[in-house]
């Protein structure tokens, strides 16, 4: 999936994947990388808001249309760095295959969390 300038400042998915690889190794020793998945329906723009005019009235909206179609919008941040694509539902089944796969490859560096045991108290009579 190429850049276009509908989803300007998103990284490719090819690009996207070798970016954060590059965080996932980077995070290895020490950080963390943080991924959020959601609905993308395309917007740059938030909804718009009806407003309070002079006169005291509220302004009308004119609500934006709804998308055709709905996208999934992936952001990745590690420290300062932050990165974002775009997946649309034809490369959503592709994508999320080699994601998964990914996820599975880089999961080896996680750390065991001790178990702390907890000291049963006896009831006194």
Do not use: W
Not at 27 to 46: L, N, Q
Not at 64 to 87: D, M
Not at 102 to 113: H, I, V
Request: aromatic share 6%; net charge positive; glycine share 4%.
């Amino acid at each position: 999936m190429a850049q276009s300038s509908h989803n300007q400042g998103h990284l490719s998915n090819d690009v996207f994947m070798s970016e954060l690889t590059l965080m996932f190794h980077n995070a290895r020793t020490t950080g963390e990388v943080t991924t959020t998945i959601k609905r993308y329906d395309g917007r740059r723009k938030p909804h718009p808001k009806p407003r309070k005019l002079k006169n005291g009235k509220m302004s009308k909206v004119t609500p934006l249309p709804e998308p055709l179609e709905y996208s999934c919008l992936i952001r990745a941040r590690c420290k300062n760095k932050k990165i974002t694509t775009v997946i649309s539902a034809a490369d959503s089944l592709k994508f999320q295959q080699q994601f998964a796969q990914f996820l599975r490859s880089n999961m080896d560096g996680l750390k065991k969390e001790k178990k702390v045991k907890k000291k049963v108290k006896k009831a006194t009579q």
